[in-house]
């Protein structure tokens, strides 16, 4: 038999994958992008991205900006290759949605107001991740 995993005592054929499994490591593929690219732009303008950190009045700009950094880029991988996809899902969700609040509340600005949108329906995707799973390919498999 052809597998690509066995996990207590069931295996998983390779021949076996559906459009939904596809669909469903396609959809996780495309949420985690624009955190990995805005994690690693981020590290291209360390300064510029503390400085307006800081302007929008939160504590420890230069840790918070690590911080963020860390979990665009680690949980954007991890959604995708689907290591704890779940709890990944949430904090991404949690994440998107205070960034929404905190830079992206300006509604007079339209382009705020998309981007806070953006955030809203982003952390909706990830929130679908979190209560269906990641599907069957993924390392977790939950």
Known sequence: MNTLAQDAGSSIETSKFTSQDMLALGGRLLLAAIFILSGVNKLGAVEGTIGYIASAGLPFA???????????????????????????????????IVAAIVFHSDFAD????????????????????????AGRLSIDRK
């Open 62 to 96: 230069t840790a918070t900006f690590y911080a963020v950094v860390a979990l665009e880029i680690v949980g954007g991988v991890m959604l995708v290759v689907g290591v704890k996809p779940r709890l990944t899902a949430v904090a991404l969700a949690v994440f998107s």
């Open 110 to 133: 339209q382009n705020q107001m998309i981007h806070f949108l953006k955030n809203l329906a982003l952390a909706g995707g990830l929130l679908q991740v979190a209560a269906f799973g």
